[in-house]
């Protein structure tokens, strides 16, 4: 008779089977890595193209400005979902926080009135997805779908009832708003321009990097960026934030041990809509500084995909949020011409992953990663530009691209989504 022997143990104190542990900071490391060979690939890119506005210092400014309401809302998703939500209506809290940003800013003078404004509607819009989700177990994309239409047709009827005898707005558009503060780091320009005039690998791209992040940038995009880092804290690092991500993944275990799941559930969806509010409040006061109708763009479904992209965790989504802003700011800077040098980039990439496919012994992937890169390589070499209507939407291909390639790697939180009740003992 033969047995079966299961083998137990540890080596090195981790056990058998098991992964080891990363060290500490690992993920930070990783991230910066990343970015460093984003860079190097940018700036030799650059050299070899002759284009220089793939990294300067107004591309990157104009970069922050299409990532950060991206970023929020993908923040927002990120705090729903990491408590089993799913927050479809990402977008219309995004067009409330727009409407009364906007209003409140201009009817008061004071910007940070509006924000203050923007980011309650929005937490207003998650508080209504939270009793429709949380407490009457409602789908939770027919909520959230429900929620968007309902406030895009909500605000027009606002904007008619408000605007209807002020000079320069009307049933779509908003009068202009007051301006947050710029603020920028003195001497940083003058400093590091003539460098980033030279053109020189990397040193100059390095410069054009700090000129962009600490120059002629609004107090409302510090306070964005600034949320990145705190989400991570809370959600990571504290006690709170632990007990949070345990609803997320297994409410029935987090309420056995006296986990307050649904208190947590609300909380985590009203603060997404308050962050997807803030995201709001930039487009109308800080990109545009006019409330208009549809100006948010599907930001917020854009957010859901950052979010993906970033494997639910800030770091990740905020890389995602970044590859969205830079391909919509170089088609808003350069058109087709400066989106077509991408191509080259995109080839090689592809054809780096079918090598990485081969090793890992996935031959069909490899062989489909090759192909499209050789073909995006012939289309490359055989074009100077790409049409119009493909560059504007270049950002929503490459990610859709990028989402393919990573989804192997995806991890949502178990319970996501999941219709929950409480036991009844």
Do not use: C
């Not at 995004?94 to 940003?101: A, L």
Request: hydrophobic share 50%; proline share 4%.
């Amino acid at each position: 008779m033969s047995q079966e022997i299961t083998v137990t143990g540890t080596v090195s104190g981790t056990p058998v089977g098991a992964r080891p542990a990363r060290p500490r900071g690992w993920a930070l490391w990783r991230l910066l890595t990343l970015s460093a060979a984003v860079l190097v690939s940018l700036s030799g890119l650059r050299v070899f193209t002759g284009q220089d506005m793939l990294v300067d210092s107004g591309t990157i400014s104009t970069t922050i400005i299409f990532a950060v309401p991206i970023a929020l809302a993908a923040l927002g998703g990120l705090w729903a979902e990491r408590a089993g939500v799913i927050n479809i209506g990402l977008e219309g809290m995004m067009i409330m926080g727009t409407w009364f940003g906007a209003y409140f800013a201009w009817s008061t003078g004071n910007p940070w009135l509006g924000l203050l404004a923007g980011v309650l509607a929005g937490m207003a819009g998650g508080l209504l997805h939270a009793v429709a989700t949380v407490t009457f177990a409602v789908d939770h994309i027919v909520s959230g779908v429900a929620i968007n239409i309902l406030m895009l047709g909500a605000m027009r009827y606002l904007s008619i009832l408000v605007y209807a005898d002020v000079d320069g707005a009307g049933a779509s558009q908003s009068p202009r708003t007051p301006p947050f503060q710029v603020l920028s780091l003195p001497f940083v320009k003058d400093a590091l321009g003539p460098l980033e005039e030279k053109g020189i690998f990397l040193v100059s791209d390095l410069a054009a990097l700090v000129i962009g992040l600490t120059t002629n940038m609004s107090a409302l995009t510090l306070v964005a960026i600034l949320m990145i880092p705190l989400t991570y804290l809370v959600l990571w690092r504290t006690t709170f934030g632990l007990r949070l991500r345990s609803v997320g993944e297994n409410p029935d275990a987090a309420e056995s041990l006296g986990v307050p799941v649904y208190t947590l559930k609300y909380v985590a969806v009203v603060v997404s809509g308050g962050l997807a509010g803030m995201g709001g409040v930039f487009l109308s006061i800080v990109a545009s500084r006019i409330y208009q109708e549809g100006q948010t763009g599907g930001r917020g479904y854009i957010g859901l995909a950052s979010m993906i992209f970033g494997n639910w965790r800030p770091g990740g989504l905020a890389a995602g949020a970044g590859l969205f802003g830079y391909t919509d700011a170089l088609q808003i800077r350069g058109g087709g011409a400066a989106i077509h040098v991408l191509l080259l980039l995109l080839a090689l990439v592809l054809l780096a992953v079918a090598v990485w496919q081969v090793r890992k012994d996935r031959k069909g992937m490899a062989a489909a990663g090759a192909l499209a890169g050789v073909l995006l390589l012939v289309w490359y070499f055989t074009t100077d530009s790409l049409p119009r209507e493909l560059a504007t939407y270049s950002p929503h291909i490459t990610t859709l691209l990028v989402l393919s390639l990573a989804s192997q790697r995806l991890r949502p939180p178990a319970g996501v989504g999941r219709q929950w009740r409480a036991s009844r003992s």
